[in-house]
């Protein structure tokens, strides 16, 4: 089975601070996948990586930053958090859209920053 | 973006009962593809249906897709109160983006 993993179920961080959110991925996925969810938002996509070192901007993608340096690892930034960035974050990926195959999520990291 | 919308936003039901809600879309697709996603959970995959196919079955699911109306159904039979949670539906398209856009979802709930 495809395995997503967020490095924290729960992160507090203070406003101001820069944090890293990690996922790695275990099956060789060229596709990764970053989200945020807010009630009544739904699922917002902040950027994604369709190959190492490549990166492309999502819907909301300000103040935020990714890093994919390998396949398997693809790392959210928050540069400066604000309390508007406090959230459910979840991390997914998949095969190439012609592969037919479906997204696999992680658990998600819940982030508060005070 | 490749945006499903899903449709009603809410759903209450009893157990036992059937719970149906739909995914409506703009352009063609290569597949479709439904979610589950149970409170403070990531998504789980429940089923992909490919553009050629009319009906899919896994268990008490079962998925249809009219391509000539650009829609999907995910009907759960005989629900329980496991089956409470949000449910999201996704297209992808051949030469599409690989940018994956979700609606806000299908809130279910079954009450015991």
């Known amino acids: 089975d495809v395995k997503v993993t967020q490095s924290s179920r729960y992160l507090v961080k203070r406003t101001g601070e820069k944090v890293f959110l990690e996922c790695v991925q275990d099956m060789d996925h060229e596709n990764m996948f970053w989200y945020r969810q807010d009630p009544g938002l739904g699922l917002r996509l902040i950027y994604f990586s369709y190959d190492v070192k490549m990166k492309e901007k999502g819907d909301i993608p300000e103040g935020y930053s990714v890093s994919r340096e390998k396949k398997e690892r693809f790392s959210l930034i928050l540069e400066s958090a604000s309390t508007n960035q406090t959230s459910m974050y979840l991390c997914?990926?998949?095969?190439?859209?012609?592969?037919?195959?479906?997204?696999?999520f992680g658990n998600g990291t819940r982030l508060t920053v005070t | 973006s490749q945006q499903g919308e899903e449709d009603p936003q809410a759903l209450s039901i009893q157990e036992g009962e059937n719970a149906t809600m739909n995914c409506s879309y703009k352009t063609s697709i290569n597949n479709l593809q439904w979610y589950r996603q149970n409170s403070g959970r990531g998504l789980v995959h429940l089923i992909l249906i490919r553009s050629n196919e009319r009906e899919k079955h896994s268990g008490r699911l079962r998925v249809t897709l009219d391509t000539s109306k650009k829609s999907s159904s995910l009907l759960i039979t005989a629900s329980r109160a496991a089956d409470t949670a949000s449910y999201f539906c996704i297209k992808r398209s051949q030469g599409g983006s690989e940018k994956l856009v979700f609606g806000k979802g299908t809130k279910l709930t079954v009450n015991p």
């Open positions: 997914a990926s998949s095969l190439p859209v012609n592969r037919n195959s479906p997204l696999h």
